[in-house]
């Protein structure tokens, strides 16, 4: 027994070290790999955040299989097939499923006083131990294809996995509990439209200059917004942000999601673009998330090669709900990465977008937990609406999120392109499940806990909607998010004034709050364009103070005029300067955001979790584009 337990001490000692080089070796001396191949992927080992073994199979030198054969010979154990030998389901209980995929080990068998692992990754071996009960005190291990670890951890803890993914955001910070309050917002919708109505009726004209006044003030401050984003993005670009062109450190390996539901028109493109990356495959994890009931999508990518650096995760049905953050809670799990990712399924990122995010979370501050990419779009020149579309969304990459971020304020992240440290996004519990803008929402979050988002220069492309009704949907959702991340967050102000500041709490209600009423109460805003063509309106403005009247059509013109020149200034370097004469359809363009808004208001009270999803592909551009370079 003495002798055994030795035994068992050097292999833990030996799995401690670097068992992939002794593997190596003797691959090596076994023919599998030549030497020129042996001394490369050593040579990576000093840059790169892996193991010797993953560069070999990444550059296809060897298979997965003979990297364990070679593992198993060195630590002295044995390589088995968890599928003609699955492991123990009585065992389950002595590690928790977040465990074992994290370290990519499993409970196999017990043996009188000892339990056996199977593992992929002997190096994490050691780091189990604190996990698994006391009376547990020498494991041993077996090896195992990782794959086949997560397929099996998937299926012994499904249930465990599921009711996780939806639950894992404390309910204080999350949107969840809304199910069981419909009549309380019917009543609050109510009491609201009671109230207004009586006012209009006993003081008309008084009700119409509080409302003229309410439009005009938040009209004011979102002007505001936008001029002191113009004047901090306008600075000197940050040394951080140079650096940030510049590689620091061993580059860590990076997991990204692409949330997939229904997309058989872009798998094909999406892979073909993903192939592009520049980034060293050894430390390339591509997650491809689909959700169970999805069948036209399975069935699309199983007659699809995936390459090694790619991989399906499927979400298993749970209570019925089905939403992106969701899915990405389930497949957190089961990614590798130190830092995560995401892109959507109509993506073009720049090839070299990940060199430039690692570099970035190199040379940034511990607080940084977040880096946000600048969204940009392959089609705009598709209608009118398209170009609309781009050149709002260059006034919020390039302009107006990266100047609030400068300056401190919480932002709303994008939906995608967006890099986090899994180690905070664990810790602030990851994604709110029933939130439709689930990115919005963690963006507030992160600040509640103290960490900063910064913009990055990289860029990704993708399909700008361009029919009316999928643009007010998608819209819609957003908007509806918009308020739901407001209303969660808000729901303790003083909690919130504590957490973030004076400051950042005022910059909060300025980019959610002042966003929304200004489309809220656009109709107003109409009512004095109909005034100043000297047409009918139905609001009776015409019988407000004359003052207050010309106050009103100088802030609108004024506004007018500021979208006009940030959509203008941010196109500078993009040569897309045919785009510019576009700003004037702003006038027709921003009334559907108001149609998406009360679409939004609807849906709030009586559907507040429904995900208006936006179908992709639906372009020559969206099924066939690859990346093309555009500045920031």
């Given at each position: 027994?003495?002798?055994?337990?030795?035994?068992?001490?050097?292999?833990t000692?030996?799995?401690?070290?670097?068992?992939?080089?002794?593997?190596?070796?003797?691959?090596?001396?076994?023919?599998?790999?030549?030497?020129?191949?042996?001394?490369?992927?050593k040579?990576?080992?000093?840059?790169?955040?892996?193991?010797?073994?993953?560069?070999?199979?990444?550059?296809?030198?060897?298979?997965?299989?003979?990297?364990?054969?070679?593992?198993?010979?060195?630590?002295?154990?044995?390589?088995?097939?968890?599928?003609?030998?699955?492991?123990?389901?009585?065992?389950?209980?002595?590690?928790?499923?977040?465990?074992?995929?994290?370290?990519?080990?499993?409970p196999?068998?017990?043996?009188?006083?000892?339990?056996?692992?199977?593992?992929?990754?002997?190096?994490?071996?050691?780091?189990?131990?604190?996990?698994?009960?006391?009376?547990i005190?020498?494991p041993?291990?077996?090896?195992?294809?990782?794959?086949?670890?997560?397929?099996?951890?998937?299926?012994?803890?499904?249930?465990?996995?599921?009711?996780?993914?939806?639950?894992?955001?404390?309910?204080?910070?999350?949107?969840?509990?809304?199910?069981?309050?419909?009549?309380?917002?019917?009543?609050?919708?109510?009491?609201?439209?009671?109230?207004?109505?009586?006012?209009?009726?006993?003081?008309?004209?008084?009700?119409?200059?509080?409302?003229?006044?309410?439009?005009?003030?938040?009209?004011?401050?979102?002007?505001?917004?936008?001029?002191?984003?113009?004047?901090?993005s306008?600075?000197?670009?940050?040394?951080?942000?140079?650096?940030?062109?510049?590689?620091?450190?061993?580059?860590?390996?990076?997991?990204?999601?692409?949330?997939?539901?229904?997309?058989?028109?872009?798998?094909?493109?999406?892979?073909?673009?993903?192939?592009?990356?520049?980034?060293?495959?050894?430390?390339?994890?591509?997650?491809?998330?689909?959700?169970?009931?999805?069948?036209?999508?399975?069935?699309?990518?199983?007659?699809?090669?995936l390459?090694?650096?790619?991989?399906?995760?499927?979400?298993?049905?749970?209570?019925?709900?089905?939403t992106?953050?969701?899915?990405?809670?389930?497949?957190?799990?089961?990614?590798?990465?130190?830092?995560?990712?995401?892109?959507?399924?109509?993506?073009?990122?720049?090839?070299?977008?990940?060199?430039?995010?690692?570099?970035?979370?190199?040379?940034?501050?511990?607080?940084?937990?977040?880096?946000?990419?600048?969204?940009?779009y392959?089609?705009?020149?598709?209608?009118?609406?398209?170009?609309?579309?781009?050149?709002?969304?260059?006034?919020?990459?390039?302009?107006?999120?990266?100047?609030?971020?400068?300056?401190?304020?919480?932002?709303?992240?994008?939906?995608t392109?967006?890099?986090?440290?899994?180690?905070?996004?664990?810790?602030?519990?990851?994604?709110?499940?029933?939130?439709?803008?689930?990115?919005?929402?963690?963006?507030?979050?992160?600040?509640?806990?103290?960490?900063?988002?910064?913009?990055?220069?990289?860029?990704?492309?993708?399909?700008a909607?361009?029919?009316?009704?999928?643009?007010?949907?998608?819209?819609?959702r957003?908007?509806?998010g918009?308020?739901?991340?407001?209303l969660v967050?808000?729901?303790?102000?003083?909690?919130?004034?504590?957490?973030?500041?004076?400051?950042?709490?005022?910059?909060?209600?300025?980019?959610?709050?002042?966003?929304?009423?200004?489309?809220?109460?656009?109709?107003?805003?109409?009512?004095?364009?109909?005034?100043?063509?000297?047409?009918?309106?139905?609001?009776?403005?015409?019988?407000?103070?004359?003052?207050?009247?010309?106050?009103?059509?100088?802030?609108?013109?004024?506004?007018?005029?500021?979208?006009?020149?940030?959509?203008?200034?941010?196109?500078?370097?993009?040569?897309?300067?045919?785009?510019?004469?576009?700003?004037?359809?702003?006038?027709?363009?921003?009334?559907?955001?108001?149609?998406?808004?009360?679409?939004?208001?609807?849906?709030?009270?009586?559907?507040?979790?429904?995900?208006?999803?936006?179908?992709?592909?639906?372009?020559?551009?969206?099924?066939?584009a690859?990346?093309?370079?555009?500045?920031?």
């Amino acid at each position: 027994m003495g002798y055994q337990n030795a035994a068992l001490s050097d292999l833990t000692q030996r799995a401690q070290d670097d068992p992939h080089l002794g593997a190596g070796r003797r691959l090596l001396e076994a023919g599998h790999i030549s030497s020129l191949q042996f001394i490369y992927a050593k040579q990576r080992l000093k840059v790169w955040d892996t193991s010797l073994t993953d560069v070999l199979i990444s550059n296809r030198w060897i298979t997965e299989t003979q990297a364990l054969e070679a593992l198993a010979a060195e630590l002295q154990t044995q390589v088995i097939d968890l599928g003609q030998a699955p492991p123990d389901p009585r065992l389950k209980q002595f590690l928790r499923p977040e465990m074992c995929l994290k370290h990519a080990a499993v409970p196999w068998i017990e043996t009188p006083g000892q339990l056996i692992l199977a593992t992929s990754r002997p190096e994490e071996f050691e780091r189990l131990r604190p996990h698994l009960p006391a009376n547990i005190r020498l494991p041993k291990m077996v090896l195992a294809k990782e794959r086949d670890i997560q397929h099996v951890v998937a299926q012994m803890h499904g249930t465990s996995l599921t009711r996780a993914c939806e639950t894992r955001l404390a309910i204080e910070l999350s949107c969840r509990g809304w199910a069981q309050t419909l009549w309380l917002r019917l009543a609050c919708v109510a009491t609201l439209c009671l109230a207004m109505t009586a006012l209009f009726y006993i003081a008309p004209e008084f009700s119409i200059s509080l409302l003229v006044l309410l439009t005009m003030g938040f009209l004011l401050i979102g002007v505001a917004m936008k001029c002191v984003a113009l004047a901090a993005s306008r600075q000197a670009t940050p040394a951080l942000e140079k650096k940030a062109q510049k590689r620091s450190g061993r580059l860590p390996r990076i997991s990204v999601l692409v949330p997939l539901f229904k997309e058989t028109e872009i798998a094909g493109a999406l892979i073909h673009r993903l192939r592009a990356l520049t980034y060293p495959r050894a430390l390339l994890d591509v997650v491809l998330v689909l959700e169970e009931k999805d069948l036209l999508t399975q069935d699309t990518l199983a007659r699809t090669t995936l390459p090694q650096w790619m991989r399906v995760v499927t979400v298993p049905q749970g209570s019925g709900l089905t939403t992106k953050p969701r899915a990405m809670n389930y497949a957190l799990d089961f990614c590798r990465g130190d830092i995560i990712g995401i892109w959507d399924a109509e993506d073009a990122p720049d090839p070299r977008q990940l060199e430039t995010i690692a570099a970035h979370f190199a040379n940034a501050a511990p607080d940084v937990a977040c880096v946000q990419g600048v969204l940009d779009y392959y089609n705009p020149d598709t209608n009118w609406i398209s170009r609309c579309f781009t050149l709002e969304y260059s006034m919020w990459f390039r302009i107006i999120l990266r100047g609030m971020a400068r300056i401190g304020v919480p932002i709303p992240l994008g939906g995608t392109t967006l890099f986090m440290r899994r180690d905070v996004l664990e810790r602030i519990g990851r994604w709110d499940a029933h939130n439709v803008t689930e990115d919005a929402d963690l963006g507030i979050r992160l600040a509640r806990f103290g960490y900063r988002t910064e913009l990055s220069l990289t860029v990704t492309q993708e399909e700008a909607t361009y029919r009316f009704r999928s643009w007010v949907r998608q819209r819609s959702r957003w908007l509806k998010g918009y308020m739901i991340t407001y209303l969660v967050h808000m729901k303790r102000p003083g909690l919130l004034l504590q957490s973030l500041g004076p400051g950042r709490f005022i910059g909060l209600n300025v980019i959610l709050l002042a966003a929304l009423m200004q489309f809220l109460l656009a109709p107003v805003l109409w009512c004095f364009w109909l005034l100043a063509f000297g047409l009918s309106e139905p609001l009776g403005l015409a019988d407000l103070s004359p003052h207050l009247i010309g106050a009103s059509m100088v802030t609108l013109g004024a506004a007018t005029l500021i979208d006009f020149t940030i959509a203008g200034l941010s196109m500078r370097g993009q040569n897309r300067r045919g785009l510019i004469p576009w700003v004037t359809c702003f006038v027709i363009y921003f009334p559907m955001a108001t149609i998406a808004a009360y679409k939004a208001l609807f849906e709030l009270i009586f559907l507040p979790f429904f995900w208006d999803k936006t179908t992709h592909g639906q372009t020559a551009e969206g099924q066939t584009a690859g990346y093309s370079a555009v500045s920031t």
